[in-house]
């Protein structure tokens, strides 16, 4: 059973598909359609979201870390932006077990559509990884409860989303913000970054400082421990493991 979005006061809700990304946003109210990844991209002009598709990027340095595929350099990028208040809520919805779940934002310094994403801009607000005494090699981890958003189990939990504050004293203007989930299952890692245009509102004049910034690709390097691991948390090594580093930078709290 889903939850009804509209619920969430001042937060803004995303449902996934299997595997690659957000369909659609929900903003205090206001419903924002995503892209689909086999339509025409002349077609989906009225969105927040930048191309994506949904199969995964296995290699951690290509173009296509920054906002997916078909979000390169030379793309049409949408130009509507999404209104949230610094100290807003965004929560959303995936279907992975094992791995990390990480936002970035980057400001755009003006409108997003003119903004490719590149250069050590980013910063990471939310880091997710395995819950309190959790095994590597169970799903004692943060993506199944806090990803699958109003899934309802058999014992009649309702699932909570995944939920990601902006900073309250991030300085206002237009920001990407930028989801990703870690598929660490299969070896090479699997990545899946989304891409949407906010409008940051509020009196804050909070940003951070370099050692928060990194770029993409770049941010991570294969021998990242949470990176290297993927592939064997089935191995004797690595299932019974009690810690997963996620990789990247510290989380900037504003």
Not at 247 to 254: A, D, E, L
Request: glycine share 12%.
């Amino acid at each position: 059973m889903l939850l009804k979005a509209f619920s969430i006061a001042a937060s803004l809700t995303l449902e996934a598909s299997a595997h690659g990304g957000i369909s659609r946003y929900f903003i205090e109210g206001k419903e924002y359609p995503g892209n689909v990844p086999y339509a025409a991209a002349a077609t989906q002009q009225n969105t927040i979201q930048r191309r994506w598709w949904p199969d995964p990027i296995y290699d951690i340095k290509h173009p296509s870390m920054t906002c997916n595929r078909n979000s390169d350099p030379g793309t049409s990028f949408p130009s509507l932006h999404a209104p949230i208040a610094a100290g807003g809520n965004i929560t959303n919805s995936w279907v992975h077990c094992k791995g990390g779940i990480v936002a970035y934002i980057a400001a755009c310094n003006g409108p997003c559509e003119d903004f490719d994403g590149k250069g050590k801009v980013w910063f990471k607000i939310y880091e997710g990884g395995l819950l309190p005494g959790g095994k590597v090699g169970s799903c004692d981890w943060e993506q199944p409860d806090a990803t699958h958003y109003g899934w309802e189990t058999p014992e009649g939990k309702v699932l909570p989303g995944w939920t990601v504050k902006i900073p309250e004293n991030l300085r206002p203007g237009n920001y990407l913000i930028r989801h990703e989930i870690m598929m660490i299952e299969l070896s090479p890692i699997q990545m899946y970054p989304n891409c949407a245009n906010l409008r940051v509102e509020g009196t804050g004049d909070a940003f951070p400082g370099e050692e928060y910034l990194v770029e993409f690709p770049g941010a991570y390097e294969l021998t990242d421990p949470g990176i290297a691991i993927a592939g064997t948390v089935y191995y004797p090594e690595s299932r019974d493991l009690t810690n997963y580093t996620i990789p990247g930078p510290k989380v900037w709290q504003g």
